[in-house]
Each structure stands twice: as structure tokens, then as C-alpha cells.
């Protein structure tokens, strides 16, 4: 392997390590050893009380920072010297130069990805909002555990490690595996039903919220570049829904959707537990934490504290569908430089993804029809960005074809 080099066609005296154009993971170590690895370095929150968890809280907020647009501008200078039609890739070059802002670096890697899987069921399924009852988290976070569910077989094939980790999931997992072994630190058993009570504590929300920033902080220090979120729970379209219905102002009808497969008597039954919970929580739509802690599940709790490490330990996380967007919609609205740092992947086929997108002024470059979940759509966008990234890297400029460049329009 080289130490470093080069690239042809890149601004002069811009060297890059070594790799492939998207860089390379096959000194990356053994995945069952890297998991357990991530397992030991995430914290545990759970022996904290409120006011440390508040406290530790605005300490890493206190953290963060914003990408830094002057190597957006860079970057969008280069893609614009390299010899091709102008803006050809559309939302991929968008998205690279981003990644460069994020990074820091004019010529980033992205070699190095891992997608964290937040499991954990909802109580709200009580209300007959699923097709499956909540043993469905349990079998499924055990099929990821075994290196057989959708995301980790997708994942194999970009190069992912996969991170699941348990906040909350109701039911033991008969046999769990060791391809992905699944990192516990679960808060409760599921949260609370919204339409009787507060789905979470004030302390529990906090503790879901910190475990997603620190699995952003040990990834970032073991050398992962970027970062795909997923997630895995029963009834979380619903708690994603009512989540999304109160951040946007939006009727619930408007922002819910039939998540994993409702007849319309199993969608009207859920738009009518979404408009009751609401009503009955009344969580102030100023306040992003509440909304989470009263309406939402531990596993947005935690994807959405992977957005906020995004800020934080200054890495690219991507999005996933609905459910990962109301996630990130949150933590943008507790951390607005939260956005600086996100990559849309695809437009989810739930109603509710197109005006959260809207809202973050983020566009997807993959649609789809995707509802899966796990992380799955993350996951696709990124050999899409490998690709673009070895064009930007790599591709000669027009002064070094001997061609006249391309002029705006």
C-alpha cells in the first residue's frame, strides 16, 4: 500500500492518502473484533442522573462546530475545472463538496464507512398500529447480529461495518451472533405507550441522546469516514410520525404513512393514535427535546444523537428514510450546525420524508420507493459517492485535455 500520493488532475500540491479514489478499509481489521472494540470504548450512560446527563449534554454540544464552507467553495471550484459538462452529477457533486466542508479537506476519503443499527420497540404498538408485534425487533436485531439481515448483507458489499446497538428492545434474542455483535445499552424495555404517558423520561431520552453522540466520537477516533444511520423497532413510522407531525406544524394525515404494510383501516387506526398522542402530550414544538422524549422512540433518540456527533467529531452522517430524517430534523432543531454535517440518501416512500427533506433543504439523490429501514437506503447512496468522488479526485481538467472549459448558465 503507498503511504501517499498525487492524484492527476489535482490542485497543485494537494497530496491525499493512500487508497483507491474513494480509499481503501483492508487494513480496517477483523468487523466481529472492531464491534467488540466499539462496544467496549461507548460509554454507558445509564448510572448518570439528570443533571450529569444535562450537563454532559451541553458539554459536547459546547463542542461542535460548523462545516467549514470555505472548502465547500474549493471543492465546488475544482468540480468545476474538471473536464466535464458542468454540474453533470447533479446532487453527488453537491454532496461531495459537502463532505469536503465536513472533512475539512479538499480531497476527502470515505473509504472507511460503518452503519450503527439503534433497536428498540415502542410501546405505541399497542394501539394496533403494526402489522407485527414487537417480537418482529427482536428477531430482526438477531438476524443483524448474525450477519443475515438485509443491511448487513447490503453492507458487505460497500465495505460497511456494522455497529447494532440496543437501547431498547422489549423481547431476549434467541441466539444472538457474533459477525455484528449487538452493543447493549439498553434504557428500558421499550418505551411507554404515548397515547397514556410520556413515552420516555427526561433522564431516559437524555441517555438514548448520548449514546448516539459517543458512537459518533469512538467511530470518528477509529479512523471511520463517514457514517450511515439505521434503525430497527416496531411502531417507530408512528412515533417518527407524530414526532414529524408536531416539529413541522403538518396534520398528522399529512406526514403519515403505512409504514412496513396497513390496509386502510390499520392507516386510519394509526393516524388516529398519532392525532390522540399529540393531544394528549401536548409537547411544546419549540422544544425538540420534548417532543423526543414524549412522542418518540430510543432508537430516533439515539440516531438522532449520531447527527448531533456528526457536528461534533466533524463526520459525515448520512440518512436513511423517514424515520432517520425525523431523527435528524430533531437534532437539527436542538443543533442547527447539526445540518452542515448530513447526507440525504433517499426519499422514503412514507409521506412524511419529502417535507422533512424540504425542511432541512437537503436533496436525495435516490428515489426509489425504499422503506426498509435498518440503514439500508443509507447504505445505497454510498457506492454512488464513491464513484463521484473518483471522478472529482481523479479526473483530468480541461487545461489539462487541451479543451475550453465549460462556461456557467
Not at 48 to 71: I, S, T, Y
Not at 287 to 307: N, S, W
Not at 317 to 333: E, H, P, T, Y
Not at 338 to 354: D, K, V
Request: proline share 5%; with cysteine; aromatic share 4%.
Amino acid at each position: 500500500m503507498r503511504d501517499r500520493e498525487t492524484f492527476p488532475g489535482s490542485p497543485a500540491g494537494e497530496a491525499i492518502a493512500s487508497g483507491s479514489p474513494a480509499g481503501e478499509i483492508g487494513d480496517f481489521g477483523r468487523p466481529a473484533e472492531e464491534a467488540m472494540d466499539f462496544g467496549r470504548e461507548l460509554a454507558d450512560f445509564r448510572g448518570m442522573g439528570g443533571v450529569q446527563l444535562r450537563d454532559e449534554l451541553e458539554r459536547r454540544l459546547g463542542q461542535a462546530e460548523p462545516a467549514d464552507e470555505d472548502f465547500r467553495r474549493k471543492a465546488e471550484l475544482r468540480w468545476a475545472d474538471i473536464a466535464k459538462p458542468l454540474g453533470s452529477l447533479g446532487i453527488l457533486e453537491a454532496q461531495i463538496s459537502a463532505v469536503a466542508a465536513m472533512r475539512r479537506a479538499l480531497l476527502p476519503s470515505l473509504g472507511r464507512r460503518a452503519l450503527v443499527i439503534f433497536c428498540a420497540d415502542n410501546g405505541v404498538v399497542e394501539e394496533g398500529v403494526s402489522q407485527t408485534g414487537q417480537g418482529v425487533t427482536s428477531v430482526v436485531a438477531g438476524n443483524i447480529s448474525r450477519g443475515t439481515s438485509c443491511s448487513s448483507l447490503m453492507a458487505a458489499r460497500c465495505d460497511a461495518r456494522v455497529y447494532p446497538v440496543d437501547l431498547g428492545i422489549a423481547e431476549d434474542i434467541k441466539d444472538p451472533g457474533m459477525v455484528h455483535p449487538l452493543v447493549d445499552r439498553a434504557v428500558r424495555r421499550g418505551t411507554r405507550n404515548f397515547l397514556r404517558e410520556d413515552a420516555m423520561t427526561e433522564e431516559e431520552c437524555l441517555r438514548a441522546v448520548l449514546t448516539g453522540i459517543d458512537a459518533a466520537r469512538v467511530l470518528a477516533e477509529s479512523g471511520v469516514e463517514i457514517i450511515a444511520g439505521g434503525e430497527m423497532g416496531i411502531g417507530n413510522t408512528t412515533t417518527a410520525s407524530a414526532m414529524t407531525s408536531v416539529l413541522l406544524g403538518a396534520a398528522p394525515e399529512d406526514v403519515t404513512g403505512r409504514g412496513a404494510g396497513l390496509s386502510d383501516r390499520g392507516l386510519s387506526a394509526k393516524i388516529r393514535a398519532v392525532r390522540e398522542g399529540i393531544a394528549a402530550r401536548k409537547p411544546d414544538p419549540s422544544r425538540p427535546m420534548e417532543v423526543l422524549q414524549k412522542l418518540g422512540g430510543y432508537d430516533i433518540a439515539g440516531m438522532a444523537g449520531l447527527f448531533l456527533g456528526g457536528a461534533i467529531s466533524r463526520i459525515p452522517v448520512v440518512m436513511d428514510g423517514f424515520i432517520s430524517q425525523c431523527a435528524a430534523l430533531c437534532a437539527v432543531r436542538i443543533l442547527p450546525a447539526a445540518g452542515g454535517y448530513l447526507l440525504a440518501s433517499h426519499a422514503s416512500g412514507e409521506p412524511g420524508s419529502r417535507s422533512i427533506l424540504r425542511e432541512l433543504r437537503k436533496e436525495a439523490p435516490i428515489h426509489a420507493g425504499l422503506h426498509l429501514g435498518e440503514g439500508t437506503g443509507a447504505l445505497l447512496l454510498l457506492p454512488a459517492l464513491d464513484m463521484a468522488l473518483a471522478v472529482y479526485r481523479d479526473m483530468l481538467s480541461f487545461e489539462e485535455i487541451g479543451v475550453t472549459a465549460y462556461q456557467p448558465y
